[in-house]
């Protein structure tokens, strides 16, 4: 098989999973969006999908994001950055980005602000909640989310786009996406604009859509196993 075909077989796997995964819980297919996750391949498995439809992508690294962007560049594509987060990188991030999934700390926000104004841009914002209490994985501490998503708020380049979790190793993802859906209800009570919830990978993607995700992070399920 091609690696069209093989690509297309895959999306339409992913979206009959996704709906009836949306027909279980009660929700409606349009209200949960595809991420693809493109880190490890090539530039032309994102112009396969791309011409089946989709519109937005997702890079972990960035010196393979640029290389990306600047390839695709005049498409409309929606740009997320997935990744850890490292202050070297945010100046460089900032100047193709248009969603930044893992913030987790207030330095970023402020770096983000002086590098987004630099560049003339602007990016949506999501602050990553730590699941398991482990920081050093990423991810904030769910007390630590307000003060982060008020100095998001206040900020010009950043809008608060929403939350963004991945579930720890060690738990399941089930006691995971409870635990985010407990903390975005609270988080939805003060910033009730914000409603992106980015959770769901290729394999816990049915627990992420039961607990409330809006936008899930698909990898290998569309592309295959990365070495
Ligand atoms: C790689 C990655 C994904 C995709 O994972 P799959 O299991 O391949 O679907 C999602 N989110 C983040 C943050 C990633 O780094």
């Given at each position: 098989m091609n690696r069209r075909n093989e690509i297309e077989q895959n999306l339409n796997e992913l979206n009959q999973r996704i709906e009836k995964a949306c027909t279980d819980s009660g929700?409606?297919?349009?209200e949960v969006k595809t991420i693809a996750i493109?880190?490890?391949?090539?530039?032309s498995d994102i112009e396969i999908l791309y011409d089946l439809g989709l519109r937005n992508f997702g890079e972990s690294k960035d010196q393979e994001a640029i290389k990306k962007v600047e390839e695709l560049r005049g498409k409309d594509i929606h740009w997320h950055f997935v990744g850890q987060i490292q202050t070297n990188k945010i100046n460089h991030i900032a100047s193709y980005a248009d969603y930044v999934h893992a913030i987790d700390r207030n330095k970023v926000v402020e770096a983000f602000e002086n590098a987004l104004e630099k560049n003339g841009r602007s990016i949506n914002a999501l602050i990553q909640v730590s699941l398991d209490g482990d920081e050093s994985r990423g991810g904030a501490l769910p007390e630590a989310i307000s003060s982060i998503a008020k100095a998001i708020e206040d900020s010009?380049?950043?809008?608060?786009?929403g939350l963004m979790a991945v579930a720890p190793v060690n738990q399941s993802p089930e006691v995971a996406f409870k635990k985010l859906s407990e903390i975005a209800g609270d988080f939805h009570q003060d910033f009730?604009?914000?409603?992106?919830i980015s959770a769901g990978m290729s394999d816990d993607l049915e627990i992420a859509i039961k607990y409330g995700a809006t936008h899930l992070r698909i990898g290998s399920d569309l592309l295959g196993n990365r070495e």
């Open positions: 929700r409606s297919f349009d493109t880190k490890t391949w090539p530039t010009i380049h950043l809008t608060l786009g009730p604009s914000a409603q992106m």
